[in-house]
Structure formats: structure tokens, C-alpha cells
């Protein structure tokens, strides 16, 4: 399999400064992420930076002599098995959450900043995914659109407990508060995955800026109406702008192809 991948970050049409960063991988390893600053003075900008920096550099400090799709069995991590793919995956965005606070603790400009985190590595076997807060992946196959992270929210956790159905979360007063970040305190929960792909599935990673502008249908239609990844993402950026462009918008895609 080849996987193919394009990204695009875009201020929106309300802020005055993008807050927004992501890193598609130009070496060997197969890493996309995205990440959506959050704090005063600016300083929204230098968390998401700062925490991708920090798991690029894990990723290249950190290379295993295990080959990628490790079979060598699983251990437990937080109660979780894991092989160690999902470990390293793990690993490298708590070491953004530390960085992140450390600065945010010693450096008075960066009180309260924070960012979050949705992000995917391929191998050759399938792609593992981790996230902290509202960014999103979905994967797209054979005509048909999925949401793979659940959002870290307060209005998710009321639609988890029945307290607020899925339709009404729209017009919740509070749903861009969210219950996880990076770099808010100095440890943080993340939530990994692993999925297998075939030949032709389509994966989104994708900031709030997205999909709070962009129902999935209009996501999935734009899908179906691009063949070319720079263009969908172009897509993408366009529709959420003419849908108002309340926040920063920023969108990668990757293919898997044979």
C-alpha cells in the first residue's frame, strides 16, 4: 500500500490570527497531525506548535529496532493493552502535554495555554490514531463517512450520558467547551486506536474549526466530488468559510492506494 497525503490550515474569516498548526511527515514514518491552540495573548499558537514539535521530536529520538506493525505481543498501559506502535503513539503526546505545561507554568505570557490534539500514524499494517479534545479523524470508505475519535466535550459527555441527544448538540449553548486538553495540566489522558485499512479509504484529521462549520453530509459530499487530495482540502477550507468561518479551519487528508 502508498499512502497520499495532502493539508491545509486557513484563519477563518472571524480571528484575527491563526491559532491552528499541523505536520505531515516528510521522511520514512507516516505521521499526520493536527492541532488547535488554545489561550491568551496569542499564545494559542505557540501550544499547538510547541506540541507538535515536541512529538516529532519523540517520534525522531524514539525509533524502535522493531520493524513497524510490531507482532511481539501487547502490554498494559493504563489498563489498556498495547503493542508498540500505540505506546510510542501515546507516549510522544504526553511528552507534548509536558511541554506544553512546563512552558505554560514557567512563562507568565503562556498562563492557561493549551491545544488539542488529533493524531495518525501509518504503518504497514493500518494506521494508529491518538487524540486529546474536540479534533477529529474520520475515515472514509466505500461511500460512506465515520467518525473514529469521540469528541473530549462537555456536550459529548452529555450526549454519553443521555443527558443530550446528538440532534440538539448544535444549538448547546456550551458545546466548544471541552473536558481534555494538552498542556492544561501536568498529566493528561489519551485516548489511541488502531484500525486496519484497505486499498482506496480515505482518512480525515481535522480541527473543531471544521466540523463545527461542516456537517459530516457536506463533508461526505465534498469527498465524493474531489479526486484530487489538494483540492478536497481546498474544499474543505471553502465550505467552512462560506458557512461563516467562525474559527481557524485546518484539514488534512491521507489515502491509502495500492
Given amino acids: 500500500m502508498k499512502l497520499l497525503c495532502a493539508g491545509m490550515t486557513h484563519v477563518g474569516y472571524v480571528r484575527d490570527h491563526n491559532e491552528d498548526d499541523f505536520y505531515l511527515s516528510d521522511g520514512d514514518e507516516a505521521l499526520c497531525i493536527v492541532a488547535d491552540g488554545m489561550g491568551g495573548h496569542q499564545s494559542g499558537e505557540v501550544a499547538s506548535a ?14 524502535p529496532d522493531e520493524p ?11 489498563g489498556q493493552p498495547m503493542d508498540l506502535d500505540q505506546i510510542r503513539l501515546s507516549e510522544a503526546l504526553k511528552t507534548a502535554n509536558e511541554a506544553v505545561f ?11 495555554m493549551g491545544t488539542t490534539i488529533v493524531s495518525g500514524y501509518f504503518t504497514d499494517e493500518g ?7 474536540d479534533s477529529r479523524a474520520y475515515r472514509y470508505r466505500k461511500g460512506s ?10 456536550a459529548n459527555e452529555y450526549v454519553r450520558m443521555g443527558i443530550l441527544a446528538k440532534e440538539d448538540v448544535e444549538f448547546f449553548p456550551y458545546k466548544n467547551v471541552i473536558t481534555r486538553a494538552c498542556g492544561l495540566a501536568e498529566q493528561v489522558e489519551v485516548d489511541t486506536q488502531f484500525r486496519e485499512f484497505e486499498a482506496g479509504d480515505l482518512f480525515i484529521f481535522c480541527s473543531d474549526g471544521l466540523t463545527d462549520m461542516v456537517p459530516d453530509a457536506q463533508i461526505l459530499e465534498l469527498i465524493d466530488g474531489h479526486d484530487d487530495l489538494e483540492g478536497l482540502c481546498q474544499g474543505l477550507v471553502d465550505r467552512a468559510n462560506a458557512n461563516g468561518g467562525n474559527d481557524n479551519i485546518t484539514v488534512i487528508v491521507a489515502k491509502v492506494v495500492e
Fill in 50 to 63: 510547541m506540541a507538535i514539535r515536541a512529538i516529532v521530536d519523540y517520534y525522531r529520538e524514539t525509533i
Fill in 102 to 112: 512546563t512552558a505554560a507554568t514557567d512563562e507568565e505570557a503562556f498562563d492557561g
Fill in 145 to 154: 463517512l465515520e467518525q473514529l475519535t469521540p469528541d473530549h466535550s462537555l
Fill in 127 to 133: 494506521v494508529y490514531m491518538a487524540h486529546i479534545g
Fill in 68 to 78: 513497524n506493525g510490531y507482532t511481539g505481543g501487547q502490554v498494559e498501559v493504563d
